[in-house]
């Protein structure tokens, strides 16, 4: 069953899941462990990142025990575009942190063996011990991570064509919707439910009927976000606008 905790604005569950990560690094760290974290693009995670920052800056939390792993990347776009996700991440977040550079993991938008560079993806996840807690965001076509519609409940690591929905609300970064990719490498629905915990954060209204969706609908490839239903442990992490159809 999915949990839903509805947040005053968007800050407020920044603040929420900041805290939440804060504290799984604190716990673990005492015990020597490292914190896994499933890491996602978009507009949404950014207030969420500005908080870690934040917290980095302002309350000294060090991330040097911080394992992460990126839900996707672009295909075609290598580390420096300033489109790729790699980019997106280090600006946005990594290089405001001290997560060393051999903890941090994003698939390869280069890759010229996605099968296997894919295959390695999740071995380098298993070997880390598993995803403590993902990070999701949700696209309007049901997708999590690029698992666009159809995307089976056992999918894997693997590379994917984009909806054209999403290669139009995407655009917004890109300037045109021609200039975005129509390829993407991603985690797959079977390693996002792997991770131990996942918080999905959706706001504003445009992402209401997709977040009752998710929510309602019997689980199917058609709804890819669906499939969260069968996690023992998803919070979906939201503002007014975005619950509004619950
Ligand atoms: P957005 O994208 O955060 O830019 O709305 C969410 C997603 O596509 O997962």
């Known amino acids: ?40 693009t978009g507009s949404t995670p950014l207030p969420l990142y500005a908080e870690l920052v934040r917290l980095r800056r302002e309350q000294g939390l060090s991330f040097r025990s911080v394992v992460t792993f990126n ?5 075609g776009l290598g580390p420096t575009h300033p489109q790729s996700y790699r980019r997106f991440m280090e600006e946005n977040l990594f290089r405001h942190l001290d997560i ?17 560079d894919c295959a390695d993806y999740e071995a380098a996840i298993r070997a880390a011990g598993g995803i403590d807690l993902q990070i999701l965001g949700i696209g309007r076509t049901g997708h999590v991570g690029f698992n666009e519609p159809p995307s089976p409940a056992d999918c894997r690591t693997r590379r994917v064509h984009l909806d054209e929905v999403t290669r139009r609300d995407n655009s917004v970064f890109f300037g045109e919707p021609g200039q975005v990719p129509h390829g993407a490498l991603t ?3 079977a390693t996002i439910l792997e991770a131990r915990r996942i918080a999905l954060l959706a706001f504003g ?24 239903q069968a996690h023992p442990a998803c919070t979906f992490h939201l503002d007014a606008a975005a619950a509004k159809k619950l």
Not at 17 to 37: D, F, M, N, P, Q
Not at 71 to 75: G, V
Not at 205 to 228: F, G, M, N, Q, Y
Request: proline share 6%; aromatic share 2%; charged share 25%.
């Open 1 to 40: 069953m999915i949990a839903t905790r509805l947040h005053p604005d968007k800050q407020s569950a920044a603040q929420a899941v900041a805290r939440e990560i804060a504290e799984l690094i604190e716990l673990r760290s005492k015990s020597g462990k490292s914190t896994v974290l499933g890491l996602a």
């Open 205 to 228: 209204e445009a992402k209401a009927d997709i977040v009752a969706r998710a929510i309602k609908e019997t689980p199917s490839a058609a709804c890819p976000a669906t499939w969260l």
């Open 71 to 75: 839900l996707d990347e672009y295909e």
């Open 100 to 116: 060393p550079a051999t903890s941090i993991h994003i698939p390869d938008g280069l890759s010229r063996d996605a099968a296997k």
């Open 187 to 189: 985690m797959g629905v």
